[in-house]
Every structure is written in C-alpha cells, then in structure tokens.
C-alpha cells in the first residue's frame, strides 16, 4: 500500500529546508494574482531548481517568481504570447529592468535555450529536460547517421545546410514539435546539432580523400 508521510525534516539539511519554506511563500505570492494555474506547479519548481544551484538566496525572491513565470509561460507550446513585458510587470508591480534582470540570470543558470518569433517575442526551451527538444535531437542524429553511412558506403556528398533544411521542415511541418513562426530559430539550433553530429563524419572524410582517393 502506497502511503504519503511528511518528510524528516532532521534529515534534511538547514538550506533544504529554508528552500522549502521559500518556495511555499513563493507559491502563496503567485496565488495573490491573476495567474493560470496550470503553469503554477512549473513556475516553483524552476525557482527550486535555480536555488539549488546557487549559494546565495536573492534579497528579493518574489521578483524571482514572477521571472519563473515568466519563462513557463513561454514556451513554444503556448505560442502565441504576445503580453508585453510591461503588461506583465503591470499585473505583478514589477519594474521591467527587474524582470530582465532575473529571467537573465535564471536562464543563464540553468542553459536555458531563448528563440525569438517572427516579431522578436521570446521563448524558453529547457535543453536538458524538454520532450520536444529532445525529440528534434534524437531526429536529427538519426537523420545525420544515415547520411554519414551513405557517405562511407556509396560516397554520396554531405550538405550539412541543405540537411538542416530538411530537419527543419520536418520538426515544423511533420512532427508539429515548433510552430512555424520559429523557423528561423531553430534552424540555428539543428545547424548546430548538426554540426556536431558532423566532427566524426568530417574526420572520415579527411581519411578518404588521403587513402581512397
């Protein structure tokens, strides 16, 4: 039989658990306003997470919240999203300086990866964590192997933009995993997937043209 208990709090160290109680306030501050909630669960744990990886807990932590929120609530998935930032500072009476300044940090911290729409609205993907991300990973090294054995097999010549192109339109347009308004984007993000994927394939091709051809 499953059981939920309350944790040992002796067991758990000073910084946990004044993280814990953070957090708790954290989530009481978002529920003061007009929020959805479904993002609520996804806005703390970013803070947790960005707390435990840093020494210091900021002065100000309720900016750091709205500044989580922020982030969740731009994810590709929910585009559009095009409330300003000072729309969104309005609702929590936050200077936008003071947004900028926290969303920077929080991304910076945990690599968070920021794409831009076709009107310079920006979007957060999480490049550790994201299923979406994830799968245009997994696409694009199973696309790039294969090029890579037709290389080594039948000599057939690799175009690593034209190779993009074509992941692109297939992460877009087939998958639905971005809408299409972050083309551009995530062009930058498969070419250099791709290019990565490319570093054996590129020495393979130094060995054939000094041996083999």
Do not use: W
């Amino acid at each position: 039989m499953l059981e939920l208990y309350t944790p040992n709090y002796e067991v758990i160290s000073t910084k946990e658990r004044i993280t814990i109680d953070l957090i708790k306030d954290g989530q009481e501050f978002l529920e003061q306003f007009d929020i959805n909630h479904e993002f609520l669960l996804d806005t703390v744990s970013l803070v947790y997470r960005y707390l435990r990886i840093n020494e210091k807990i900021p002065h100000n932590l309720y900016k750091f919240f709205v500044a989580a929120y922020y982030i969740i609530t731009r994810h590709p998935y929910n585009f559009p999203v095009h409330e300003t930032k000072s729309e969104l500072c309005q609702k929590f009476g936050l200077q936008v300086s003071s947004l900028e300044y926290c969303v920077e940090k929080m991304i910076n911290s945990l690599n968070y990866i920021k794409l831009l729409d076709d009107s310079n609205f920006p979007y957060f993907v999480d490049p550790e964590r994201d299923i979406r991300l994830n799968l245009t990973k997994s696409i694009t090294k199973k696309k790039v192997d294969k090029a890579m054995m037709n290389f080594l097999l039948y000599h057939q010549p690799i175009n690593s933009q034209i190779l993009t192109e074509e992941l692109v339109h297939e992460i877009i347009f087939e998958q639905k995993a971005f809408p299409e308004e972050l083309f551009r984007q995530l062009y930058e993000i498969i070419i250099e997937f791709v290019e990565k994927q490319f570093i054996d394939y590129n020495e393979y091709a130094k060995m054939q043209q000094k041996y083999f051809i």
